[in-house]
């Protein structure tokens, strides 16, 4: 699933191609891409045609288009959705879900989902902090890369919290955008084992796995993010090459790039973790 980095590789897409146009026609090619939006599939047709998008936003993994009726449009990417730019008249993809026409003619916007977990849905937004937010993303916190992130009280959070470290990371009530690649990433590099107890953290070490999340989602957006498959693409249908990049996450029995240990694989929340077993030691019962 997308975690910070390509998700705001796909923002940055829309505030290029999509900001500031003007909605004539949206099409729901399949009502599933819009089950979020429960009003169903006409109400979101009808309620899009005639609004501007004002602005492209996101808060940690979740994104949203602000439009000028005061509203907002919420992009769930799910596993495989991509918002694509596509030339008027270009053909439809096989899994075309979502049409926006504009009014200038130019190029369309295009939602695509291969596996249809992810969809589109509209939102009334509410104010949270002096910020305006759509209801479903209010309760998201502040993600590292928030200018007004504030990175001394979510160290405080997470040592008050008893769970291990990598569940903290993922808890995006705490610190948004983080999900398991660069968890384990960030975990690699100041060399912490996923199940660390986070009250068992000192301050120092909690602030700088912190730094380690956000300098690899940084490392990550400057390669547009990673691309497991082709089913992550920007809005032009690039794939972004950060895997290249990748120290342990789906690195199983390669050496690590540090000590040369073969880099081990471990279940975790239905999931798996990956980590170095000499740099990262399992922590004593």
């Not at 504009?102 to 902090?129: C, I, K, N, W």
């Not at 730094?211 to 690899?216: I, K, L, R, S």
């Not at 120290?247 to 390669?254: D, F, I, L, R, S």
């Amino acid at each position: 699933m997308p975690e910070l980095p390509e998700v705001e590789v796909v923002r940055r897409g829309l505030a290029d191609h999509a900001a500031s146009r003007v909605i004539t026609k949206a099409e729901v090619m399949h009502p599933r891409a819009v089950r979020r939006h429960l009003p169903g599939a006409l109400d979101f047709e009808a309620r899009l045609a005639g609004q501007r998008i004002d602005a492209a936003r996101r808060r940690g993994k979740y994104l949203w288009v602000e439009l000028s009726g005061g509203d907002a449009m919420i992009a769930h990417l799910g596993m495989s959705g991509q918002m694509l730019v596509r030339p008027v008249g270009a053909p439809d993809e096989k899994h075309l879900r979502v049409r926006l026409r504009f009014d200038d003619d130019g190029p369309e916007l295009r939602f695509v989902d291969q596996r249809t977990f992810g969809g589109l849905a509209l939102s009334d937004m509410v104010e949270v902090d002096g910020e305006r937010l759509p209801e479903p993303v209010a309760h998201i916190a502040r993600d590292p890369m928030d200018p007004a992130f504030d990175q001394a009280a979510v160290v405080k959070a997470m040592r008050r919290k008893h769970t291990d470290v990598k569940r903290a990371l993922l808890d995006q009530t705490l610190v948004s955008g983080i999900g398991n690649i660069y968890a384990d990433e960030a975990l690699w590099r100041v060399k912490l084992h996923w199940a660390r107890p986070t009250d068992r953290l000192t301050a120092p070490k909690a602030a700088a796995l912190l730094g380690a999340a956000t300098d690899v989602m940084n490392e990550a957006l400057a390669a547009g993010g990673t691309s497991f498959d082709a089913l992550y693409v920007n809005i032009n249908g690039q794939s972004g090459y950060f895997d290249r990049s990748l120290n342990v996450y789906g690195q199983e029995g390669k050496p690590c790039t540090r000590c040369g240990r073969p880099i081990r694989r471990e279940a975790f929340m239905n999931r798996s973790s990956f980590s170095c077993p000499r740099c990262q030691p399992r922590p004593a019962a």
